[in-house]
């Protein structure tokens, strides 16, 4: 194939309206539905777009596209092969190790390649977790291409698209140009972001904040007149909600489902709004829980969490295990829990089941663990209820606090009526209709330590959250994927903590009296004064002293 065939590609029309965006457009993203071109169109795009110059971008040295997809598995299976049909004939040179096409320089052009190539590049990256962000750390890109956007989180997106996307060339452009279609992670987020403002797109979609313009446009396998005619024949044999997401409609899917989860902050956000954090030595008097979704073939997930006084909850530790025995596991899971001794150990309902054993799987982990077994609840709707849960648990934005024009008129009269007719509890109720709301500040409630698994820096149950999308035929639930167990721990375990905020508040009132005791002995080295203050201290309350040194290790 020479340089010519590939000049003679024909763009479709929703193709050819999407390389034709001014570079005013910041943002702009094809798609909808299978079979358009999505990611020929992207590859193509530095041979089709034209600098005022009139030359293409590839004919620019300091020209760079980073084309992505989600895992290098995928960019090697179908990216790679694509782009050697279209950049080879312009003597674009491959380096395999790296993913990077480099052409020549114009001056180069008809040397054999005896100079080397040092013109524009487009590269070939990934990313498929957060992290990955960082390894374009310190690059300059003209153009972010990501293909198959939906298959992102958001947060991938803004970093590499507002941290990456620049450069010095005042010729070149400094956009982004996506593609994708409904379905995967990142679905809600691409939704209201292009498609929400008229699905059907071709409508400039001007950002308040920023004052950056989007653009989407939209395009199925209708609108390439080179697919096979069979291709649509194929679909129809696929369930329900996938065959419409295919056809490029964003209402099959709901997408993710935990949209306010942040493993890392998200530029102009509040600081509080993440929920994966450093370690930090947890006080002794927290108290701690520990919950496990039990499986064998499927997983074992364990969490331990500690409540603070504010009613702030932790994950610190995570165990995982697959395809292990009880026997196998519980030692390891015995020493943490008699090291630190637990309010509660409870898991899963599917634990009373008998599998042909003289004893349950609760009674097995029970004797393992040399301890009693909680199961949680099995109601019907707990599964919902318990999502919802973890939303609250997760939301780090606060609720709108009522204006004062909108709160009720406190009537003196019917408080007195109030109290005399039905009491002080009836009374004090209606006063605190009109105290004044607090601010929300100790948000979000739920927060993961980084390195809650031992063997890994970032836990199992941060990696299922994001997972997470909303079942095709119950859009109130969770579809269930393999890896799911850590969620559905994550479930009972929301549904636990709040039993515990009281204790932890009651617990921290006792180790502040606790020490301001030994603070005073220390003073006075009064030992009759110590024995009768600590004496009064444990009369006031149901909960013992505080031992400082009653648990072991730093977590």
């Known amino acids: 194939m020479s340089a010519a065939d590939v000049l003679e590609w024909k763009p479709t029309p929703p193709q050819a309206k999407f390389a034709s965006l001014p570079w005013s457009i910041k943002e702009a993203f094809f798609g909808g539905g299978v079979g358009g071109g999505k ?223 942040r493993e890392f902050a998200y530029p102009n956000e509040p600081e509080n709004a993440v929920h994966v954090i450093d370690s930090f030595e947890i006080p002794t008097y927290w108290p701690r829980i520990v919950i496990g979704d039990w499986g064998f073939a499927a997983m074992t997930w364990i969490g331990f969490g500690a409540i603070s006084p504010t009613g702030r909850v932790y994950l610190y530790r995570e165990l995982t295990f697959k395809k292990t025995k009880i026997e196998d596991w519980a030692p390891i899971v015995k020493h943490y829990v008699d090291e630190e001794e637990p309010e509660i150990i409870q898991f899963c309902q599917s634990a009373k089941q008998n599998r042909g054993q003289e004893h349950t799987i609760q009674e097995q982990i029970s004797s393992a663990l040399g301890r009693p077994i909680a199961l949680s609840g099995n109601s019907p709707g707990s599964r919902i209820s318990g999502k919802m ?85 119950n859009v109130e639930d969770i579809a269930e994927f393999d890896g799911d167990d850590p969620v559905d721990g994550l479930r009972y375990f929301v549904n636990t903590v709040s039993s515990f905020v009281e204790l932890s508040a009651e617990r921290m009132k006792k180790a502040q009296q606790q020490k301001e005791i030994e603070d005073l002995f220390k003073s006075t080295g009064d030992w009759t004064a110590f024995y009768r203050n600590m004496r009064t201290m444990e009369a006031g309350s149901s909960v013992q002293a505080v031992s400082r040194y009653g648990r072991k290790g730093r977590r």
């Open 389 to 473: 849960m973890i939303h609250e648990y997760l939301r780090w934005k606060p609720k709108p606090i009522i204006p004062a024009s909108e709160q009720p008129v406190y009537n003196e009269e019917f408080a007195q009526s109030l109290f005399r007719m039905k009491g002080e509890e009836a009374y004090k109720a209606y006063l605190g209709r009109f105290k004044a709301e607090e601010p929300e500040t100790n948000l979000p409630k739920l927060q993961i330590f980084r390195d809650a698994n031992p063997k890994q820096a970032v836990p199992e149950v941060v990696n299922a959250i994001k997972a997470c999308v909303y079942d095709k035929n």
């Open 39 to 261: 990611s020929d169109l992207l590859l193509m795009l530095p041979l089709l777009l034209k600098t005022i110059e009139g030359k293409q971008l590839y004919q620019y040295p300091d020209f760079k596209q980073l084309f992505t997809r989600r895992t290098h598995a995928e960019l090697k299976k179908e990216i790679v092969s694509r782009s050697r049909k279209y950049y080879l004939p312009f003597g674009a040179t491959y380096n395999g190790s790296d993913m990077i096409w480099t052409f020549p320089r114009p001056d180069q052009i008809g040397s054999g390649g005896r100079m080397g190539n040092q013109g524009a590049q487009i590269q070939l990256g990934h990313i498929e977790h957060e992290k990955d962000v960082h390894k374009y750390d310190g690059a300059e890109y003209n153009i972010f291409s990501p293909d198959e956007l939906t298959h992102l989180i958001e947060y991938m997106y803004l970093y590499i698209a507002f941290t990456r996307v620049r450069g010095s060339n005042p010729v070149l452009p400094k956009i982004i140009r996506g593609a994708g279609m409904p379905g995967g992670v990142g679905h809600s987020f691409v939704y209201k972001r292009f498609v929400k403002p008229r699905e059907s797109g071709d409508v400039i979609i001007l950002d308040k904040k920023s004052g950056l313009k989007r653009f989407y446009v939209h395009s199925t396998f209708r609108d390439n007149p080179y697919l096979d005619p069979e291709y649509k024949d194929s679909l129809e044999a696929l369930p329900e909600a996938e065959k419409r997401a295919k056809l490029g409609d964003w209402n099959a899917y709901e997408g993710q489902v935990f949209e306010e989860f």
